[in-house]
């Protein structure tokens, strides 16, 4: 079946510092690839996404490739904020119905000044 | 909009009690979820709904049922609850029906605890 993998956290890093936070897939099919965050006491939401090969997904200075050829999706920002810190998690969809999402472990990224 | 809303945000049940989580969305989506989470898991699906009138298992089915009362709202129902089922709840809604990658927008959660 599908799977997500992530890296493992907690992840510390001073503010302004480079982010990275890998995820690679196994999936039939071409799936769709997503990055969700989740910030203290709240729910999941959407962060970038990208529904094919050699697509870029981007927001609020982070940023995703899909990589076919290594099965990946690493999240990076070039210099991170105390206000992004949250749990990340990677994420794909499933080609067949009921848009159904697998779901990585999460990786928690704790940013300090 | 208030997107997806879930009640209650708390609940502490004994261990053989009943309960029902309420979601409801105001986006008029066709599909919707329910999620729990787990330390060291991730999300792992519950049920599933594609469109109005129809429930599908998810990875964890077991010890809950669902309800998909009309377009907006989808309730979890917890028959008797066990110790394994202490988690946190998560409801989410996508406007997609079926085979299209969709972002899903998420509700608060509802946190669970089964002494």
């Known amino acids: 079946g599908d799977s997500v993998t992530q890296m493992e956290g907690p992840v510390t890093l001073s503010e302004e510092a480079f982010l990275t936070i890998n995820c690679t897939y196994t999936?039939?099919?071409?799936?769709?690839l997503f990055w969700y965050v989740q910030y203290p006491g709240e729910g999941l939401q959407l962060l970038l996404k990208?529904?094919?090969?050699?697509d870029k997904g981007s927001n609020k200075g982070f940023e995703a490739t899909y990589r076919k050829e290594t099965t990946s999706f690493h999240l990076e920002k070039g210099s991170v904020q105390v206000s992004d810190s949250a749990v990340y998690f990677c994420?794909?969809?499933?080609?067949?119905?009921?848009?159904?999402?697998?779901f990585g472990t999460g990786t928690q990224l704790k940013v300090e000044l | 909009n208030a997107g997806v809303t879930q009640t209650p945000k708390f609940q502490v049940l004994k261990t053989g009690q009943s309960m029902t989580l309420q979601c409801a969305q105001d986006?008029?989506?066709?599909?919707m979820y329910w999620y729990r989470q787990d330390p060291g898991m991730g999300l792992r699906l519950i049920y599933y709904?594609?469109?109005?009138?129809?429930?599908d298992k998810g990875e964890v089915p077991n010890g809950y049922n669902v309800s998909r009362l009309n377009k907006r709202e989808f309730s979890l129902r917890l028959e008797s609850a066990a110790p394994s089922q202490t988690s946190v709840y998560f409801c989410?809604?996508?406007?997609?029906?079926?085979?299209?990658?969709?972002?899903?927008?998420f509700g608060p959660g509802t946190r669970l605890t089964v002494l």
């Open positions: 989410a809604s996508s406007e997609a029906g079926t085979g299209s990658p969709d972002t899903q927008y």
């Open positions: 999936a039939t099919g071409y799936p769709s």
């Open positions: 990208a529904t094919k090969a050699d």
């Open positions: 994420a794909l969809s499933d080609q067949g119905g009921g848009n159904k999402l697998t």
């Open positions: 986006m008029n989506h066709n599909s």
């Open positions: 709904s594609a469109s109005e009138g129809t429930t």
